[in-house]
């Protein structure tokens, strides 16, 4: 039970930081300095105010010093993140597969908040992690490198085949190129025979949750939905 709960809290805080990821890469700014502060008053956060889920709780939502309300974000990532360590405990224990799972589901809980508020991916993510995909299949038990490197190649070749033939045939960018990067960081964790499985979940909950949202904002076919956030859906449902 201990080791359940202290993995919990250890996913909590490393949400925590996850949110200072997601606020900050999309604007270029580091992930370390300043501390953090509220983005209305700019007054650094006190350590009592950081505890991750329970400071927002006590503090009902709202800044200390200037009552602006805090963004749920905070501690839905906070939740997903320690629900995620728990789940990877559950799954493997205390090894190196649980470790690489959990930092590989964190990095899609980062991607996937920034790709809905931004419609970016960015690269500091998803190109360091096929290189740790890769380098972590030689220690693991799940896949091989082979499996690792097929994957990379699978998962980036099939989405830039995707989207090239898309673009022959309209002369549009139907899908970013970081979706490809994506799915190649996807496939080095996961290996090959995830991709189709990721691509098929991917697509058929994007295109309901695409045709639902056109239908509501009364968009036509061009509109931009974000790609990432149902690629990594298929991807923590493998």
């Known amino acids: 039970m201990i080791p359940l709960l202290f993995a919990f809290v250890f996913g909590a805080i490393v949400g925590s930081f996850l949110n200072v990821c997601i606020f900050r890469l999309p604007l270029g700014q580091s992930i370390v300095f300043p501390s953090s502060h509220c983005f209305s008053c700019k007054k650094p956060v006190s350590f009592y105010d950081n505890i991750p889920l329970v400071s927002f709780i006590l503090l009902q939502g709202k800044c200390r010093n200037c009552k602006t309300p805090l963004s749920y974000q905070y501690p839905l990532v906070e939740l997903l993140t320690g629900i995620t360590a728990l789940a990877c405990i559950l799954k493997w224990g205390i090894t190196l597969n649980a470790l690489t799972i959990f930092l590989f589901v964190a990095s899609l809980i980062v991607i996937t908040f920034i790709d809905f ?122």
């Open 117 to 238: 508020a931004h419609k970016i991916i960015p690269d500091v993510i998803s190109l360091p992690g096929i290189l740790y995909g890769l380098i972590l299949s030689l220690f693991l038990t799940r896949i091989t490198f082979l499996d690792s490197l097929l994957g990379v190649l699978l998962g980036g070749g099939s989405l830039l085949l995707v989207a090239g033939a898309y673009y022959l045939l309209t002369k549009q960018e139907g899908m970013g190129l970081g979706d490809v990067k994506l799915l190649a960081m996807m496939g080095a964790f996961l290996g090959w025979e995830s991709i189709l499985f990721i691509i098929m979940i991917g697509s058929f909950t994007g295109a309901l949750i695409g045709i639902a949202v056109m239908l509501i904002k009364q968009k036509d076919r061009r509109y931009a939905i974000p790609f990432g956030p149902f690629l990594s859906l298929g991807a923590v449902s493998y």
